[in-house]
């Protein structure tokens, strides 16, 4: 969308909301790129999620134009982008949208207002995803991706979907929430700490008779689970508890979906001597279950 195509069109005000956890550089590469958006109506709020390698004040000083939210501690991912979400929850504030992003994502200047277009469009939708270019473009790895994927019964297993529109959820790398139905919600279930808690959200807000979509044309750049991809202990426990928290919330055989999707990852992760993973996967699974 050009910016003169830009300029004509009605521009309801949105929160950009971004997760920082130990990653200055990539939250500010985020922030340069929010900045850069034809779509100017904008504020951006980044929560910090109780870094240890960097500062409330050294995230200030990187991105100054954005206001720093700081918890003392790591309230995992739903916990910190809750932070976030009390701007919007407050009873004198003008949002219409919220613009969930991950730290680890570099918006196209044209994405925010294709995102509202699209929200504009169909009023009844909760929220709008765009395709992602994911991976390292520099070396030649990058892909594309849909907005979010499939979620099916029993088992619940996420998968890329034939049709880019056919998802049953958005990816919280970056979706545009409408207000309003955030509002019927309390926000994300803060019971999951990474993974599945955009799922979540949105089989909660479809059940309440809202859809989900898809901007067609848009795209961002999400580096990709940048944060902890070399951490198959963590990566496994935090996948296993929450994929677990949801078959329980979800599934009508939650116990046998839930012990066979992870006896079949312990074997997988065995095969390939990725003892970590095996470990992460039992205690994730004891986890999701302690809930």
Request: with cysteine; net charge negative; hydrophobic share 40%.
């Amino acid at each position: 969308m050009t910016s003169e195509k830009v300029q004509h069109i009605h521009q309801p005000k949105v929160l950009a909301v971004v997760l920082n956890w130990n990653g200055l550089e990539l939250t500010q590469k985020c922030c340069e790129s929010l900045l850069a958006q034809n779509y100017k109506n904008l504020d951006v709020v980044i929560v910090d999620n109780g870094s240890t390698f960097n500062t409330p004040a050294q995230l200030q000083a990187a991105c100054p134009e954005a206001e720093i939210i700081a918890s003392n501690e790591n309230l995992g991912f739903a916990g910190g982008v809750n932070l976030g979400f009390k701007r919007v929850f407050e009873e004198e504030n003008e949002y219409s949208y919220v613009w969930l992003l991950n730290n680890d994502v570099i918006c196209e200047k044209d994405a925010l207002a294709g995102l509202i277009e699209k929200a504009e469009a169909e009023p009844q939708s909760a929220a709008v995803g765009c395709r992602m270019r994911e991976g390292n473009p520099d070396n030649k790895t990058e892909r594309i991706v849909p907005a979010g994927k499939r979620l099916r019964p029993p088992l619940f297993i996420p998968a890329e979907p034939t049709d880019p529109e056919d998802i049953d959820y958005l990816c919280g790398a970056c979706m545009l929430i409408r207000v309003k139905a955030l509002k019927e919600t309390s926000g994300f279930d803060e019971n999951y700490f990474f993974f599945f808690e955009d799922a979540d959200w949105c089989f909660t807000i479809r059940s309440k008779g809202w859809n989900i979509s898809v901007a067609d044309g848009i795209f961002i750049t999400h580096l990709g689970s940048a944060t902890i991809k070399k951490m198959s202990y963590n990566l496994a426990a935090y996948y296993r508890a929450g994929h677990v928290l949801f078959l329980r919330k979800n599934s009508g055989i939650p116990f046998l979906a839930s012990l066979s999707t992870t006896l079949f990852r312990i074997l997988s992760d065995a095969l390939k001597l990725n003892f970590g993973g095996v470990k992460g996967n039992i205690s994730g699974f004891l986890k999701g279950w302690q809930k």
